[in-house]
């Protein structure tokens, strides 16, 4: 029979990432956290975890319960601190997922103050452009740039996030600035490489109407700050979000063109799952990140 508690304490294991520090916290042995896990294994007969002397690992039927389970965790949490009132206090750990833009300009100073303001609280930051499974996963809450579709998760938008074409003076002068969207086709664009598909169709707009421009180069990445320095190296045209080469454009480094063309915006939401109620510290946490995004709205559009 699976106990309740046995799936709480593998729960305290993957966070922890240890049976000693664990046994610490919740002045046990070793031997009787290691024994409570695999009476949890037995009883649901498989395999949760990989053990080494170094380090921990999740099998992918433990991933599965530890996303699940950690969420159970919080709910009975949320409920015993509405009956205490212990909510009142800000205290608990955090675990969210952030994209490296987002991060570089706003986020990890975002969460290192909120730490400031609350001793108590803890924050986990994932920086990654990976699109995580939030439940799966184990992650409280995330940060996205984009438009959102998955019905299963409450988003609030932050900011939204302009996207522009840019080149630095160099290359504009050697190649000519196009004056319409079409003309990148004879132009060496750098093309960003993400999870989704038709990498290299650019979106625009053309006298009110919605236009797609396929471009070409010989240089292309996923990581977004790779084409910022391309484009500062001469090496061609990027469609860039405006918040990641706002400095650039200020000093002059780089040249906005095509601005009235331009039809790349999207919005930046702070997602949960539907099945984690947000306590005040998520809440207020989500309300920080907002403010710091307002605080830099001239970066985004």
């Excluded at 212990?86 to 969210?96: H, P």
């Excluded at 609280?121 to 996963?137: K, M, P, Y």
């Excluded at 990445?221 to 918040?243: E, M």
Aim: glycine letters at 6%.
């Amino acid at each position: 029979m699976v106990k309740a508690d046995d799936i709480f304490l593998f729960v305290h294991v993957v966070d922890d990432g240890s049976f000693s520090k664990v046994a610490e916290k919740l002045e046990l042995t070793n031997s009787v956290v290691s024994k409570r896990i695999g009476r949890l294994e037995k009883a649901l007969n498989i395999q949760l975890l990989y053990r080494t002397t170094r380090k921990l690992s999740l099998t992918d039927a433990g991933q599965a319960l530890y996303g699940k389970a950690r969420l159970a965790k919080l709910a009975l949490q949320d409920a015993e601190d509405a009956v205490t009132g212990y909510a009142n206090e800000l205290k608990g750990t955090i675990k969210v997922t952030v994209p490296a833009v987002s991060a570089q300009i706003v986020l990890n100073i975002a969460a290192a103050t909120f730490c400031q303001l609350h001793p108590k609280v803890n924050i986990e930051l994932s920086v990654s452009n990976h699109l995580v499974d939030l439940i799966g996963d184990g992650y409280d809450l995330a940060i996205r740039t984009a438009h959102l579709e998955d019905s299963s998760l409450i988003a609030r938008r932050l900011i939204d996030s302009q996207w522009i074409v840019c080149a630095s003076p160099e290359y504009l002068r050697l190649h000519g600035v196009p004056e319409l969207p079409e003309e990148l086709k004879n132009r060496h664009c750098l093309v960003y490489r993400y999870d989704g598909k038709n990498a290299e169709l650019w979106k625009f707009q053309v006298d009110g109407v919605a236009q797609d421009v396929k471009v070409e180069g010989r240089f292309n990445t996923n990581n977004l700050d790779g084409l910022r320095q391309a484009s500062l190296a001469s090496l061609g045209i990027a469609y860039l979000p405006r918040v990641l080469v706002h400095e650039d454009l200020v000093s002059g480094r780089l040249i906005q063109i095509l601005e009235k063309h331009a039809n790349k915006r999207l919005g930046i939401f702070a997602v949960h799952p539907r099945t984690r109620q947000p306590d005040k510290k998520l809440k207020l946490l989500i309300e920080h990140f907002r403010t710091a995004f307002q605080n830099k709205k001239e970066y985004f559009y």
